[in-house]
Structures are given as C-alpha cells and as structure tokens.
C-alpha cells in the first residue's frame, strides 16, 4: 500500500480526538492539573477530584515526534544537566524554558499538584523535585516499594494504601476542594476492567499468524488511553470495543499487521522486544523491521502502564484502594529482573517467535541495567537468538540509523540462516 | 566456468573473493576503497578475477611451475602498471586542452612527458625482481613517483609545481575509476608472459607448454554466476537486495571456511568490532558489537597514530618495545590524544604507553568477546587490527588469562574472511 | 593502648583497602564453623540487624581503580556507571564467593536491577534489595520500614539457622552506637586539625570498617586518633571543602590525595555515609526495630537517594555540613553517569550559591586514572577561596 492510500481507522480517528481534547482540557484553564507518571499514575484517583492528568513522559514523546526534543535537551543541558542523565527530565526542563507549549498549541498551565507516583523508575523522585523547583506547588509523594522477590508482599500493599489515605487523598482533596467519595472510585475502577478485559484481548490478537498487529510501534498507539488520561472513562472502553472490532476484522481477513506505510504485505519475522522505542525516529524505526517482514507479537514496553496479561491483573472495584496498589507494584518497570524474564520468555514460547530483540535505551536505567544478562536467560531458556541495539527515548544524538539498521539486518539473516540451520551442514560442506 | 564472488566494501579497503563450485577460492582481490563503492567493487571484482586465472594457470602447470608464476605475477605487475600509467598520460594531455592552459601547454606538455618517461624508466626498477613495495595501489606507487619527478620538472620548465598536481589529481580520479576490460587483462599477461620466458633461462617450464596452458586459461570464461556483497558500503552497492549479506554472517562464514573448529570469531575493523559466536556449521548463534562510540576499534589506533605523527603500521613494533605496560583507562578516543600527550609530558616512555593502549583495546574487544558469550573452542581474530603484533600479544595474555589455553588462528589472509563468507553465501543462493 | 605509630596504622587499613579478595573477612568467617558473611552496597543499610545475626556485614564497594573489568562489560552498556561493572566482575572471578548473601539499598534503578542479576546469577545466595521509605510518617514509612527490618530478620534467622532476638539487636545497636561515636569524633578530629588527619588516612581508616567486625574497627579508630594526635605534622595554607556527590562509586584514592595535595582540605564528605548515617544514637532501651525505625526517619544523613518532602529543607544536610565544619567551599564529585548525584546538583547549587558558598563540580569514576585536570581545577578554586578572602 502506498502511503497516500493509508486512512486512519476508527479507532485511530476517536484516539486522536480523545488526546486533542485532553490537551485542551488541560490548557483550557477550567480544572485543576496534576502532573504524574504514566507507570502507576493513579488516573481513576485523580478522577474523583475532577483534577487533569497531564504526563510529563507523553510531553517528551511528542516533542521528540515533532523532532523539538534535541533542542529542548540542549537548553536543559546549557542550565547546568549533565550529558549523562535521562533526557526525558532535560526535555520536560528544556521545555519549560522554552514557554512549556502545549502539542495544542496553548500554553501548558503551571499544575496544581505534583502527583509524584514513585513505581518503577528512580527518576521521577528527581524529576519532580526539579518540577518542585520551578512551580513549588503541592507535591505528594507515593512510594511504591520495588516487588524485589517477585511477589509484593502485604507490607508493600498496607504501605502504599496508607500513603494513599493518610497523604495523597486528603493533599488532592485540599488541592480540588472536593471531598473523596470512594464509591465513584469504584464506578471508574469498575469501567476500568472493562477496558482492560478488551486491552488483554488485543495484545493476545498477535498469537495469529500472521499477527494481525504489531505489538510495539503499533502497540504504542493502543496503549495510548490505557496507560494515560482514559482509564476508568467511557471513552476508554468504547476505543478499545472499536479496537477489537477492527482487529477481528483484520483476522478475518488475514491481514498482517501495519507499518507508518499500511498493512505489511508478508510476515516474515516474529519478535518479542524489550525496552522503549526510539521517539525521535520511530518511524524509520518503525520501518526498519516493517520493510523487513519483521513483526513485534509481544513487548515489554505495553506494558510499563501496567501488566494485565502476565498474571491477569485487572482493577477492583470492591477493593478500590488495595487495587491501586497492586496495579502501581505490578507495573513492568517494578517488577524484578527474573519476573521480566520468565515473562519475555513465555512470551516468546507463547506468541511463537523468532527471538528476543533489546532496544537498550541510556536514558532508561530502570530498563536497562541488566538487559544484557536479561537476553542471556532468555536464549537459554527458550533456544532462540537475541539481538541488542542501543538507542535512546527523546535524544536525536543517540539515534545512529546505520548502525541499528545494520544489527537488524545481521539479526534477520541470523533468524533466516538459523531456519535453514537443518540443511546448513550439507552446503557448508568443509 | 561458473564463479561465486563476494565482495566486502570496508570502509578503507574493497576486497573480493572468488571460489568455484567446489568451494575452492580461485582468486581474491583487493583495492582501496576510494569514495566510490561502485568502482572499487568492479576493480577488487577484476583483481580476483586476475588471481583466479593465475591459479587456473597454476593448475596447469603443476608445481615445477612456482618460479615462473612468481616472475610473470611480477612482470603482469609491471605490464597493469605500465597500462595504466599510460591512462594516466593521456588524461593528463586530455586536461591541457582545457582554456586556461593555452599559454603554458606547450611547457607542460613537455614537463609531463618528461615525468611519464622517467616514471616507465623507474617502473622497471619497482617492479624487479626481489624489489619491495610499500603498496600496489597505482595511486601510492603513481602518486608518489610523480610527486618526486613533478617538482624538478615542473621548475625545469618554470611552470607552477601546483598546476602540475592539480593535473595530477583531477587525472587519477578518472584512471582510478578505469577497470580493465577482460580482453586487456588478458593481453597483459600475454605480454608478461612473453617477458618472462624472454628474460629468465631455466624457469622451468617448457615454453610452448607454458604458451599453450596461458591460452587455454584465458580462454576460460569466469561467469558471474551469483555475487554477494557485504561490508559498511553494502547498502551503496548496485546489488538488488537478496544479493546483499550482514558482513556479521559473512565473517561467522568466512571464519569457518578459513578455520572449520573455530567457534569464536573476533573482528577489529575501522569502524568497528565484532564479537561472533558460530556454530560447527559456520552459522552465527550470536553477535555483539561495540557501541556508540569507537573505543577499542582500529580506528582508535588511527587517532593515536595521528597524535603521535606515526604511521599506523609503526604502533605495534614500537609497543613490542615496552618493558612495562602502564594502566590506561580511557580507550575514549576523544580523551586519549590528552591523556597520550599528559603521560608524555609526564616522562613515560613512548612505547610503554603504547602497549598499555594496546592492552587497553583488547580489554574492550575481550569485554565484546565476553557479552557475545565468551570463548567456547578455537578463536579466530579476523581484520585490520589482527596484523598488529602488539595487539596480539595483549589477546593472547588476556585469553590465557580469563579463558586457560587454546588455539588462536590468524590467517595471513585474514583480510579476505568478509568476502570469502560471501562468496559462500553466493554459492549457497544458487546450490540451493 | 597501643604504640603504633599513624604510619602503621594506616598501611594496615591500606592494606585492607587493597585486598579485594578481602582476606580479613574470610579470615574472620573461617574462625569459627558455621559463621555467615552478608555484602551490602553503598549508602545505608542498618547492620545492626546483621550484626544480631552473629554475621559479619561486610561492605562491597566495587573494584577499586586498579581492576581491569572485562566481563562486567559484558553485562553493562557503556552509559552506565562503573561500580555495578566491577561488583559484578568479583562476584564471578570468585572474589566473593565466600559472601553469603548481598544486600542491595535502594540507591538508584542500577543497584536495584543489580539485586536481579544476583537473583539470576548466584541462585543459592540470599540476595536482599533493601527498600528504606520515602515517607517520613511514623506510622505511615515507619511502619513500612520496620516491617522490611523484621523481614530482614527473619531471612537471616532462617540462614544463620538461629533466632535473633530482641536482645541480640539491642546489643549490636550499642555496637554500632560505640563505633559511630569514635567515627564521629574523627571526623570533627580532621574537620579541627585537618593537617593532622589527611582525607586519604580517614578514608582508608572508614574502609577498614567496611571489612572489619565494628568492634575491631572502633578500637582501630581509636588507636589512630591517639597515634594521629600525637602526630607532628606541618600545617598548610589549604582552603577548608565539603565534597559531596561521592557517596556510591568510590572515587579513586588518588583523587582524595589530589584535593588536599591541590590546596583542599576535605573537612567533610558523604563517603562511606552508611558508618554516619543516623545521627544520633540510637536507643538501645525498648523495641530495637522500631528503634531503628525511628532514627532512620528522623535522625538520618541526606542524599540523593532520599526523597525531601519538605523544599525549604533541600540542600539543608550540605550547608549544616558547610557551617558547623567551617568550609569554605564545596566539590560536587559525582561518579559519571550517577543519576541521583547529577539530578540532585542542580538543585543544590541553587541553594548554596545564593549564600555564597563557592563550589566546583568534577566527575570521576572509580578507575579515573588522570589526575592532572581534577589538580589544576581544585587548585585554581583553592586559589581563587584564598584570594576572596584576603581580599
């Protein structure tokens, strides 16, 4: 398909409506806003104070899809950032110096509140006291203790529901002046589930062959109201009712999944991938593997605004605070290094891939420290190859066409030859 | 007959290697690769080719054969030399037609013949018998002849040296970019050929023999049957896609070809290193790379070669020298020429810190080793950086030290691993 | 008590320092069957607890500046710090076997996921992530974390195979008190006569604490305030400094020497914080855990590993330090690519410079080896503290 004939979907036409309208929300100066993490942001929560859920993480990547982020990391740099650390924090800075524009176009307005949703990433313990700094407005902390053994155990739960009644509750009650009513939680909560039945339904859609998504690049455009300002809301339910009917439609007729180009005419690869993607050229990324056949069945990055697949997590409502708590310590980036094994690669047994590709982001330490050895378990575990590129999220600089071009290729053949494995020793002869 | 090439565009040298349908390597060839991709895959493409009809010719002859194979690869030498000094001649004239030359071309038409002249007189001493070259690229032995003749010449007949090399240069661009047709390759070895059986008594061979083997093996067509590319320039290369293989598997197979137990591949190249894992089979099981940044790769040894005005081939001979090898950290290339000139300031002596930059290149290849899975079985160090004696010092010390004993192979022909595992892959595309 | 002169002392803690097989330790472990070492990271962990146990806590601090690490690049990318690297390469060159179980404090995401490559890698050893809160309440972060001390507890009763009561705790809480007291008072010996205990003597005398059970360690401190009090040693014209930033990758010894050889007299620094963290003693009266509890939450040494709840008290550890220590200045020494300390900078600086503390920022690893820059900046900073004051 060439790329005029591309048309956006339903699902894709009411996502996009969606995001403008938050975006306008947010700017139109009528409610309160909270900025918060997408990993364990409380969305459902912050709901029943009418407060906006604005995601410092979603600014980042939009500035670096519409290719300001190298800039806005320069000026954070030039304030004294050092060249090491995240650039999501040194684009979010950079883009406060630079009038904090809103994709709309309006002026973000100062939050409310700092929701600081401590899951998963030691950054944001930093990032929000550099926020603090600059708006000194309220800012609550909520610990989320690291599910270091695998298991969050009872006192990681009591702790964060106590953080949530004792200090986050009544700091956004201040903040709003509205009184928490934690049957309203339980309605969110309640069309959260729901949502989430229909999510866990399409990321299990790429056990097709051929996959009728690609769970990565596409994947990142279906996580989008899950994982941001559309939990617990209508909208999030009625998209991804209109997600699933497209994919169905797509089962039925066979089609592989899609490129920025349109739908790829042959599957030829089916990868699990690790890590983020890369934000500043995630389309010639994007097109790297689709130009390639190279499909994404099954990635951890779906998964960094909360795991329902693995071990079946949903929202609920009849424990509404508890439930919070389970979602934030079950979050990918919060779960321990051996539990982000045995799900990668059951994914790989499960989705009938070809091997493990680790898109290893410097920014991300939380990530990355330890995808090495993470792809090493994994190849023993399931026989099959893995491959490690290095990029970074929002840093054009650590972007390098070339050369993660050429590992892909190398890795493809690796695939193609490991296939052929079986009559290999007759031709290699010797 | 039909031939299986596959040509590997490095980021300074082109090389190609051509085998039969045996698997045997018939030729290979090599040229610098200039800016142009395209051309150096034709001249390295034509090289082997060139070496493929000289061990066809061997064959031939059988063993008694060597002496005379020696001498007419030297004279055939001298005849391609020869050939294209006269391209070069003519393009040279070709320029002076130009405007700006009407008042001095008559005096630099003098002055370049001189030069020409003088350069075919001194090509018979280059190419004597025994005589070394620094380098059998006609642009090194050319350019550096004329730079010698052109001066004297150019003040002889008082023109400006300068529009004598600026001549020069525009020329050897177009002779570079010139590949022999077959027909003359062919005519020059005849005339080697001819001056070999003229000059040397007691070659061997019997003249007619040796006459009537030379046209039989000219008359033998080297088809193209599949050619596969591989290398940083692949993607440059006017190949449809499926004719183009990861230099990755190409030097997994490649390496197995050369050395079938091995099982561990370590390539130090320009730009970067590799770390390969193969299997008994010669298929890659896993790879790891260098980073970002070009620490521990050949083109690190090039930034301190540079900042100590040496040349790149003199490092390791001089780091065999040390009598200690100091620690150095920083194989980060934008700090080494400062820590490099520090520890010269310093007093340490030249060749000490060069065995510990040497020590600390191999740190990290070993470190690339180590992620792509370590050392199972025999290891193989392949690329620019295998020739540097004092590299290899530093890998056999640190494989002794962190995997015991074992066999470390290293081809003379090292350079060859990328294209001869395309090759393969070019037979496997039509066997299969 | 003894009769050792400083020299002495300090070559036997140079010593200890150098031995990354850690000789003392096996030593100690081998004296009696059945003893058990735990390894723990930098910053804090309460070795109170594993004191209790009977087992010896030893610190682990990575490589040091002279080990060349081949397979810990193997398991990090190049943009990661250094000290996880070479952690990792003792651990499989059989530096540690002899350590029974790691302790990894939530220092950043890398020490985190260090926790899961032990898990991955060293299945039969106890490996425990030490997650201290980020909430300050009493019965909100108190609760939490005295409940991961009792767990703590529990894990290493079942390893040691024996209870650990109350009363164990108690009375390794007064051992850890005794030996803070004699740790503190060396400090304010260097920040009053910091001629008379150069920084590189003071940490290497801290590093043999890392190693040493704390009983031994408090009698060396002890020995060595004598001998260093008795000590005729010249006092030079050097500026007074806070360092700071260094409190995780160990800056290179060298580089310690470098400050004060430069001009710098260090009368303070957040190395080696886990023998000053809690500032106060702690109650050896009562609940033990809760005890601990306690004085983490309220009486406990600032980094950037620790959340602020409060923004006017940011950067108050580090001017508290500037003022009672009398410094003129601070270096900020973060290890490259050391997220909590070159986040938190930025924040600090914006604290300290509107009081007029000068400062310099310079970046190391633990295997730095170049010197000559960190000498020629410090010194000019010296210099130039010098010249503002004469002025």
């Known amino acids: 398909m060439s790329r005029q004939e591309v048309v956006k979907s339903l699902s894709q036409v009411k996502q996009k409506e969606m995001i403008g309208r938050n975006y306008d929300r947010i700017t139109g100066g009528t409610v309160k806003v909270s900025s918060t993490f997408v990993p364990g942001n409380l969305n459902e929560l912050l709901m029943c104070f009418d407060i906006a859920n604005n995601l410092p993480e979603i600014n980042a990547i939009q500035n670096a899809m519409r290719k300001k982020s190298g800039e806005m990391i320069a000026e954070a740099e030039r304030s004294g950032h050092s060249e090491d650390v995240c650039t999501y924090v040194k684009a979010d800075i950079g883009m406060m110096a630079k009038g904090n524009i809103a994709p709309n176009g309006k002026p973000f307005p100062d939050p409310d509140v700092l929701l600081l949703s401590y899951t998963g990433c030691f950054t944001f313990m930093k990032w929000f006291e550099l926020l603090r700094e600059q708006y000194k407005c309220p800012t609550v902390m909520l610990h989320v203790p690291y599910a270091a053994d695998g298991e969050p155990t009872k006192n990681m739960r009591d702790y964060i529901v106590k953080q949530l009644k004792e200090d986050v509750i009544p700091v956004l009650e201040k903040v709003s002046g509205v009184k928490f009513d934690i049957d309203r939680l339980r309605e969110y909560l309640r069309k959260s589930a729901i949502a989430e039945n229909d999510l866990v339904w399409m990321l299990e859609s790429s056990k097709h062959k051929p996959s009728p998504v690609d769970c990565y690049f596409g994947g990142v455009y279906y996580m989008g109201p899950i994982f941001t300002a559309f939990r617990g809301t209508d909208e999030a339910i009625e998209y991804y009712k209109l997600l699933r009917a497209e994919i169905e439609e797509r089962i039925a007729q066979g089609l592989c999944a899609q490129s920025p180009d349109g739908d790829i005419p042959e599957e030829n690869y089916r990868l699990v991938v690790e890590g983020p993607p890369n934000w500043t050229s995630f389309r010639d990324f994007w097109r790297m593997f689709s130009e390639a056949g190279a499909v994404v069945v099954a990635s951890s990055y779906t998964k960094v605004g909360g795991v329902y697949d693995y071990d079946g997590f949903r929202h609920d409502p009849d424990h509404p605070l508890e439930t919070l708590a389970d979602y934030c310590l079950g979050v990918y980036t919060n779960r321990n290094l051996p539990t982000r094994v045995d799900m990668l690669a059951r994914n790989i047994v499960e989705y009938d891939a070809d091997g493990l590709l680790v898109n290893s982001i410097k920014s991300c330490n939380s990530f990355s420290a330890g995808q090495l050895v993470m792809m090493r378990e994994i190849e023993k575990i399931t026989g099959k190859p893995g491959a490690f590129i290095e990029t970074d999220l929002v840093d054009p600089r650590y972007f390098s066409a070339a050369n993660v071009k050429n590992r892909l290729e190398s890795y493809f053949q690796m695939i193609d030859q490991k296939r052929r494995a079986g009559g290999s020793a007759a031709a290699s002869g010797a | 007959m039909r031939t299986f090439i596959g040509i590997d565009l490095g980021s300074t040298t082109t090389k190609s290697v051509l085998i039969d349908e045996n698997l045997a390597v018939l030729g290979s060839g090599i040229t610098n690769s200039r800016s142009n991709y395209d051309v150096a895959a034709r001249v390295s493409k034509q090289e082997a080719k060139i070496a493929a009809r000289f061990t066809l010719f061997r064959n031939a002859l059988g063993k008694d054969a060597e002496h005379l194979l020696a001498d007419l690869e030297r004279n055939f030498r001298l005849e391609q030399f020869l050939s294209a000094l006269r391209q070069l001649e003519e393009t040279c004239m070709g320029y002076l037609d130009h405007p700006r030359f009407q008042g001095t071309k008559a005096s630099l038409r003098r002055a370049l013949e001189s030069v020409f002249r003088k350069i075919e007189v001194e090509a018979q001493v280059i190419y004597a018998p025994g005589a070394a070259r620094k380098s059998d690229f006609f642009r090194d032995i050319a350019g550096s002849r004329f730079m010698n003749l052109a001066e004297a010449a150019s003040r002889e007949a008082d023109i400006p040296f300068e529009t004598m090399l600026n001549i020069y240069d525009k020329s050897i661009i177009d002779v570079e970019s010139l590949v022999d047709p077959d027909e003359t390759v062919a005519s020059q070895m005849r005339s080697g050929l001819a001056r070999s059986l003229a000059s040397a008594e007691g070659v061997g061979v019997d003249r007619a023999e040796a006459l009537s083997a030379l046209g039989k093996v000219l008359a033998v067509e080297l088809e193209e049957t599949y050619v596969v590319g591989t290398g940083y320039g692949r993607v440059r290369l006017p190949f449809p896609k499926e004719q183009i293989r990861s230099e990755i598997l190409c030097h997994g197979l490649g390496a197995h070809r050369m050395f079938p137990g091995t099982r561990t591949v370590l390539d130090i190249g320009g730009q970067d290193t590799k770390g390969i894992q193969i299997d008994g089979n010669g298929i890659v099981t896993s790879f790891q790379m260098n980073d970002r940044c070009a620490a521990g790769c050949g083109r690190y040894l090039g930034y301190i070669a540079d900042e100590m005005q040496i040349g790149l081939h003199e490092l390791g001979p001089i780091a065999m020298k040390a009598t200690r090898v100091p620690r150095i950290n920083s194989t980060c290339t934008v700090f080494a020429g400062a820590e490099l000139r520090d520890r010269l300031a310093l007093g340490e002596k030249r060749e000490d810190i060069l065995a510990g930059l040497h020590r600390a290149i191999m740190l990290r290849a070993i470190s690339i080793i180590s992620r792509s899975g370590g050392v199972t079985n025999e290891f193989t160090f392949t690329g620019g950086v295998a020739k540097n004696e004092a590299a290899v010092r530093e890998l056999h010390k640190l494989l002794k030290e962190n995997y015991g004993d074992m066999t470390v192979n290293i081809s003379p022909d090292s350079i060859y691993t990328g294209a001869l595992g395309g090759a393969n892959f070019a037979l496997r595309a039509v066997v299969h | ?391």
């Open chain 3, 1 to 391: 008590m003894s009769t050792r002169p400083v020299g002495e002392i300090v070559a036997a803690c140079e010593e200890i320092f150098e031995d990354l097989s850690f000789a003392k330790a096996r030593e100690w472990k081998a004296a009696v069957p059945g003893r058990k070492v735990i390894g723990y990271m930098p910053v804090y962990v309460p070795r109170e607890i594993v004191h209790a146990a009977g087992m010896l806590p030893l610190g682990i601090l990575g490589g040091g500046a002279d080990m060349e690490v081949i397979h810990g690049d193997a398991f990090y990318q190049s943009y990661i710090c250094r000290i996880p690297r070479s952690t990792i390469e003792m651990a499989i060159n059989g530096k540690l076997d002899f350590v029974d179980g790691m302790m990894f404090p939530s220092i950043c995401d890398v020490i985190r996921n260090l926790s899961g490559i032990w898990k991955l890698l060293f299945k039969e050893k106890y490996v425990r992530y030490f997650d201290a809160p980020q909430n300050f309440r009493a019965e909100v972060g108190g609760v939490f974390y005295a409940n991961e001390m009792r767990e703590l507890r529990d894990g290493l009763a079942k390893l040691g195979g024996r209870e650990i009561t109350d009363d164990d705790i108690r009375r390794s809480i007064a051992v850890y008190n005794e030996n803070r007291r004699w740790v503190n008072r060396v400090y304010d010996f260097r920040a009053d006569f910091p001629w008379k205990a150069p920084s590189a003597e003071v940490y290497l005398l801290m590093r043999a604490g890392m190693v040493l059970p704390p009983g031994e360690h408090t009698a060396l401190m002890r020995e060595y305030l004598a001998a260093a009090e008795a000590a005729n040693r010249p006092m030079r014209d050097n500026c007074r400094v806070v360092l700071t930033g260094a409190f995780c990758e160990q800056p290179p010894l060298s580089l310690i020497k470098s400050l004060e050889m430069s001009g710098c007299y260090i009368v303070d620094d957040d190395l080696l914080l886990v023998s000053r963290w809690l500032l106060t003693d702690v109650p050896t009266e009562g609940d033990p855990i809760g005890n601990l509890s306690r004085a983490f939450l309220l009486h406990s040494a600032e980094t950037a590993a620790k959340y602020e709840p409060d923004i006017a008290r940011k950067g108050s550890y580090l001017i508290d330090s500037v003022r009672k220590r009398k410094a003129d200045g601070v270096i900020f020494a973060a290890p490259s690519f050391c997220d909590p300390a070159l986040l938190d900078k930025p924040m600090i600086i914006s604290r300290i410079e509107p009081l007029g503390i000068p400062y310099i920022h310079i970046q190391y690893a633990e295997n730095s080896s170049q010197m000559q820059p960190i000498r020629e900046q410090s010194g000019t900073f010296a210099d130039s503290i010098k010249l503002w004051s004469a002025s």
